[in-house]
Nanobody, 125 residues
């Protein structure tokens, strides 16, 4: 059983920054064996890809809408999403997920098997 636990998020003004964190744990497999991704879902919209990082951390992937503003990284048992220059359209519930068996920085929602509880990010104008 894989547990994905998120932290961070909150309310920030446009142009501000937030950092999301995500930790994955599995009794049988180490965290480093999973590619990790971030997705978001705004009210009335489908869940969409934000960013992903490969199991080695060597490859990253970003949605065009966040490229140059968001940075994904991983260290030990935690993956981070640093969000800078936030815009009101970034407002959504953000979900962290662990991919399996995919080890690449995939943007496909169907590649992700284990999901965090979601955290609200609100950007005011």
């Amino acid at each position: 059983q894989v547990h994905v636990v998120q932290s961070g998020g909150g309310l920030v003004q446009a142009g501000g920054s937030l950092r999301l964190s995500c930790a994955a744990s599995d009794s049988g497999r180490t965290f480093s064996n999973y590619a990790m991704g971030w997705f978001r879902q705004a009210p009335g919209n489908e869940r969409e890809f934000v960013s992903a990082i490969s199991w080695t951390g060597g490859d990253t992937n970003y949605a065009d809408s966040v490229k140059g503003r968001f940075t994904i990284s991983r260290e030990k048992n935690t993956v981070y999403l640093q969000m800078d220059s936030l815009k009101p359209e970034d407002t959504a519930i953000y979900y962290c997920a662990a991919a399996w068996p995919t080890i690449a920085a995939s943007s496909k929602l169907s590649d992700y098997r284990y999901w965090g509880q979601g955290t609200q990010v609100t950007v005011s104008s």
